[in-house]
């Protein structure tokens, strides 16, 4: 029952951490985005950080008051290394960067940077002493039996929507690869015609195939919710290519405005 318990923690911090990031987000760009890696509203860092800093946290009981500056600063160490460590992972083994703090000052790689790692420490004051407790006694309203169905229900759910996720992931890296190959003779074409960079509006006056193919699954790409989604996302191999579509974005939201 312990691990239920936890799990169902995980989903609802998790959707928790999706709301505000979807908030935060439309408000900023003025329209609603979808934030969240995965389909689902859910963002899983946000409940494995709830989790790290929540279970291990709880135990120190030093002084009414130095407890709020021990669990202030830990959760800012803690979360800054989850949010680096994570960081790392998506980089070295998946080939992706959906944030980057680079043009942010005191940060570490462009991977964690101070302002929000000190907003994670004033979210673990509230996680600890305000948001577990509570959430302590509300699932221990629910029955046993209730809780193992809704397990069952969102494992299921949360599980089949990380598979997903990752063959769309692999779906968009295929299309990319195809882009790039298309984008390879295209700049072929143009130095043969003299014309050298990416700009091949010197061949529209032209009728050519592999260049209408390349617009279309350019456009196609910018369409695709991840792309739009985080302005940060890049596949190392592909970032010339996603640095274009990003660039076609960009013109489009400028359009709008």
């Known amino acids: 029952m312990y691990f239920v318990d936890l799990f169902l923690m995980f989903i609802t911090f998790s959707f928790f951490g999706w709301v505000i990031e979807t908030i935060y987000c439309s408000i900023w760009e003025k329209r609603f985005v979808h934030r969240g890696f995965l389909n689902g509203p859910v963002c899983p860092i946000y409940g494995i950080g709830a989790l790290a800093v929540g279970i291990p946290l709880s135990f120190i ?15 800012v160490i803690i979360c800054t290394i989850l949010e680096y460590l994570v960081g790392v992972i998506l980089e070295k083994i998946f080939n992706l960067k959906l944030w980057d703090y680079s043009n942010f000052p005191l940060n570490i790689n462009g991977r964690v940077w101070i302002g ?15 948001i577990n407790p509570g ?3 509300v699932l221990a309203l629910i029955p046993a039996n209730i809780k193992y169905i809704i397990t069952i229900f969102l494992a299921t759910v949360f599980i089949t929507d990380f598979v997903f996720t990752i063959l769309n992931l692999s779906a968009i890296s295929k299309k990319l690869d195809e882009l790039k190959k298309l984008f390879t003779k295209l700049q072929l074409k143009l130095k043969a ?19 209408e193919n390349y617009k279309k699954l350019a456009n ?18 592909f970032a010339e290519q996603l ?3 990003k660039n076609k974005i960009k013109a489009e939201k400028n359009k709008k405005q």
């Open 61 to 75: 009981n030093v002084h009414p008051i130095a407890n709020y500056f021990l669990v202030f600063l830990a959760g």
């Open 116 to 130: 929000y790692s000190l907003g994670w420490g004033f979210l673990s004051i509230l996680l600890v002493f305000f």
């Open 135 to 137: 959430m302590t006694k």
């Open 193 to 211: 015609l003299g014309e050298q960079g990416a700009d091949f509006s010197f061949l529209s006056s032209k009728k050519d195939d592999e260049l």
């Open 220 to 237: 196609k790409l910018s369409k695709h919710r991840i792309i739009r989604t985080f302005p940060h996302f890049t596949i190392k191999r």
């Open 243 to 245: 640095k274009l579509i």
